[in-house]
């Protein structure tokens, strides 16, 4: 996926990907990852994902990393937050109380971004990019996060030839070969879904799975 790629879709509204509320999955097991308030929570390819306004309620700092501006200010004036806006070497941030947002390319971050965060939530990102990239998003950016930090991940699961994505199909097998041996990966839970995504249906999808993992870097 090219940058212009996701910046036209954003342009066009074309983000069928975005929830208009928190995602549930994350809302039942983000507390089994014991994360303390104050903590850093680092959200890749965030949009304007509700999900940080939740974290930023339970006492969180967040930082989202999104490379479409549009996303950015959307998420800005749909929740009538006031940013302190800083431009830095690697992109332009957007500062609004507890929630820091950097508008720029996930891959060309200053690594001190990353290696102040406690956990990290991706719920979109990596099923959002095709396969060489995972790996490259897997070791370059995981590979940024400190020992101990603490992840929720959410993937898609469905015959990658009845579709093409984004978002893609990953399963268990490629998700444990990305992440080990730098992180332990255990599956909180495995649902299907397709009777709730009348759009994989339209498309000839005939299964489709959500997968939650907890990952914990060592």
Request: charged share 25%.
């Amino acid at each position: 996926m090219e940058p212009d790629f996701w910046q036209q879709r954003w342009q066009e509204g074309r983000i069928g990907f975005h929830q208009d509320r928190e995602t549930p999955l994350m809302l039942k097991h983000w507390p089994s990852l014991q994360v303390p308030a104050g903590s850093r929570v680092f959200v890749p390819l965030a949009g304007k994902t509700l999900d940080m306004l939740w974290f930023a309620d339970q006492g969180y700092r967040v930082l989202g990393i999104e490379l479409a501006t549009t996303a950015i200010q959307q998420f800005l004036a749909e929740h009538g937050l006031q940013a302190e806006i800083t431009d830095a070497p690697d992109a332009r941030h957007y500062r609004a109380g507890d929630i820091e947002l950097i508008n720029g390319d996930v891959f060309e971050q200053d690594p001190a971004q990353l290696a102040g965060c406690d956990a990290v939530y991706d719920r979109a990102a990596l099923i959002a990019l095709p396969p060489a990239l995972r790996q490259r998003y897997v070791r370059e950016v995981y590979g940024r996060l400190p020992s101990g930090c603490r992840g929720l991940l959410i993937t898609l699961e469905y015959p990658q030839s009845e579709k093409a994505g984004p978002p893609f199909s990953v399963e268990e097998d490629e998700v444990r070969a990305l992440f080990s041996p730098q992180w332990e990966v255990g599956v909180l839970e495995r649902r299907e879904i397709l009777a709730q995504q009348p759009n994989f249906s339209a498309e000839g999808v005939s299964a489709l799975h959500t997968v939650v993992y907890e990952l914990r870097r060592r």
